[in-house]
């Protein structure tokens, strides 16, 4: 008997709709005949009230990890939208979900989009959206770099001012009235060698909030930390590439007492690393590889810089014998079974245009430019009135400026999209040009295991919806080899 497809509703309305009536309705009335006309079951309905898809913290929307947490669990088989943007409004954020739905195999339809994922077609689709897509975004974000190349030269500060700072006459940043002393007083206690947590506790206590993108509030050490190492506050600007470049606006900071606050940092962070075992940032192999001896998964550990891949077995326990090895020396190998990999033509134009669809999805820019200026017009009109306090505007005003600087801008020029179509002819090609947490994606989203014996790569298991596309190249290799193992001296045993 064929099991029956579960489908599940994600409805959302923002704080600027209405929560009940019309809105969520109907996107529940659609719903419901998507799923009659299917003959499908429903496995639940999942409604956010008053919430807005904007923020880049998913954490904020509890129903919507609930919606996806249940999906990664495999209750329901497919995940359906009234409208892309119920989903979320940024599509970094959607193509990030995405690709955990198309791991899990879970599909997705938008319906006022026409947008299906819920095919075996469809599930590829999703798949190579969520990860190659992004990897490709990724690299494009390159490109716009340049853009402000030339604002960055002029020495003007580009993005919301960070805390203690405030916009002068002539949009130049100068002390702001309210935060300076807070800014003063965290570079005095780091001087003096409190730690980042501290420093947040004394910020806190004393009433100061953090600014910028961090909105208005407690200090953590992740934001002291930023704050503490950001040269703005010393009379530089971000050159967009891992460089500086001198600014316009003074310095608000003395530069000893900058120096200072580094070096009492420095002489903190020496010491704790002085009792730290290891590095297990991620590599470009990280969460992929197995041990071919005894199938435990394999820990990236860094000493000096180097990543090494080490049993975890053998790490915690002892009892198997797989050496380790440096991350770079599987690399390379890696491209021999890329190599193998090859997107028809057909697929290829079929995701051309899923990435235009889902660009065009987002195409609502001047509209959402238009309807965020109002509402920062009118907000700074019931200032001026009276009808709300200082505190009340400049929280609000924040959070519509975060917004209209994330807005979304849509690249689907006919330049664009043919960078697309040349990545995805040689995807080879991006794992040769791509960093090690691009590499990681690129893992992730092909392989579900990278089998490692001894100190090369054994073999490699394909994610099973994208195995299709490595046999293309490789129909004439048996079945054994296909398991994957076409390194010559790999013929030892099964893989498990």
């Known amino acids: 008997?064929?099991?029956r497809v579960k489908a599940?509703?994600?409805?959302?309305?923002?704080?600027?709709?209405?929560?009940?009536?019309?809105?969520?309705?109907?996107?529940?009335?659609?719903?419901?005949?998507?799923?009659?006309?299917?003959?499908?079951?429903t496995y639940h309905e999942y409604?956010?009230?008053?919430?807005?898809?904007?923020?880049?913290?998913?954490?904020?929307r509890p129903v919507f990890l609930e919606a996806i947490n249940d999906a990664l669990a495999g209750r329901y088989d497919v995940l359906i939208v009234h409208k892309i943007d119920r989903f979320s409004r940024k599509l970094r954020i959607t193509l990030e979900y995405f690709e955990k739905l198309g791991k899990a195999g879970v599909g997705f339809m938008s319906l006022h989009e026409q947008i299906d994922y819920s095919t075996p077609q469809g599930?590829?689709?999703?798949?190579?959206?969520?990860?190659?897509?992004?990897?490709?975004?990724?690299n494009l974000g390159q490109e716009v770099k340049k853009g402000l190349h030339e604002r960055r030269k002029q020495g003007m500060y580009l993005g919301l001012l960070p805390f203690g700072a405030g916009k002068g006459e002539d949009g130049i940043p100068v002390r702001h009235p309210e935060t300076y002393d807070g800014l003063d007083l965290a570079f005095g206690l780091a001087g003096e060698g409190k730690s980042d947590r501290e420093v947040a506790r004394a910020l806190n206590a004393r009433g100061f909030r953090t600014a910028g993108n961090q909105g208005n509030r407690l200090f953590s050490k992740d934001t002291v930390r930023g704050m503490l190492t950001n040269k703005f506050y010393v009379g530089q600007i971000s050159n967009g590439e891992g460089g500086w470049l001198s600014a316009k606006h003074e310095p608000l900071i003395r530069l000893?007492?900058?120096?200072?606050?580094?070096?009492?940092?420095?002489?903190?962070?020496?010491?704790?690393?002085?009792?730290?075992r290891g590095d297990a940032r991620v590599?470009?192999?990280?969460?992929?590889?197995?041990?071919?001896?005894?199938?435990s998964t394999l820990r990236t550990m860094r000493n000096r810089g180097v990543a090494r891949l080490v049993c975890n077995t053998r790490l915690k326990r002892g009892g198997c014998s797989q050496k380790s090895a440096r991350v770079d020396r599987y690399e390379d190998e890696i491209l021999h079974y890329l190599e193998t990999f090859h997107i028809p033509e057909d697929y290829q134009q079929l995701l051309l245009e899923s990435r235009r669809q889902l660009e065009q999805a987002y195409n609502d820019t001047e509209a959402e430019l238009n309807r965020l200026n109002g509402a920062l017009e009118r907000l700074t009109e019931l200032y001026k009135w009276g009808d709300i306090d200082r505190s009340k505007y400049l929280l609000d005003s924040r959070e519509i400026q975060a917004q209209l600087d994330s807005l979304v801008t849509p690249d689907n020029d006919t330049v664009t999209m043919e960078r697309f179509a040349q990545f995805l002819q040689d995807v080879p090609s991006a794992w040769r040009q791509a960093d090690e947490a691009q590499r990681n994606k690129l893992a992730r989203t092909l392989f579900d295991a990278v089998w490692i014996n001894d100190q090369a790569v054994l073999g490699i298991t394909p994610r099973p919806e994208l195995k299709p596309f490595f046999e293309l190249n490789s129909s004439n290799l048996s079945n054994d080899v296909l398991q994957w193992r076409p390194r010559p001296d790999s013929n030892r045993r099964s893989l498990p």
Request: hydrophobic letters at 40%; one cysteine or more.
């Open 256 to 276: 000893e007492a900058f120096k200072a606050a580094q070096e009492a940092r420095n002489r903190n962070r020496n010491f704790s690393a002085r009792n730290t």
């Open 8 to 41: 599940a509703l994600l409805a959302r309305v923002s704080r600027e709709e209405q929560v009940e009536g019309y809105s969520l309705d109907a996107q529940a009335r659609a719903f419901r005949e998507m799923v009659e006309q299917r003959d499908w079951d």
């Open 1 to 3: 008997m064929v099991q």
């Open 283 to 295: 590599s470009a192999l990280s969460g992929v590889t197995r041990c071919f001896e005894c199938g």
């Open 47 to 60: 409604v956010e009230e008053g919430r807005s898809a904007h923020t880049e913290n998913v954490r904020n």
């Open 123 to 138: 599930k590829f689709m999703l798949v190579m959206q969520g990860g190659l897509a992004e990897l490709y975004s990724d």
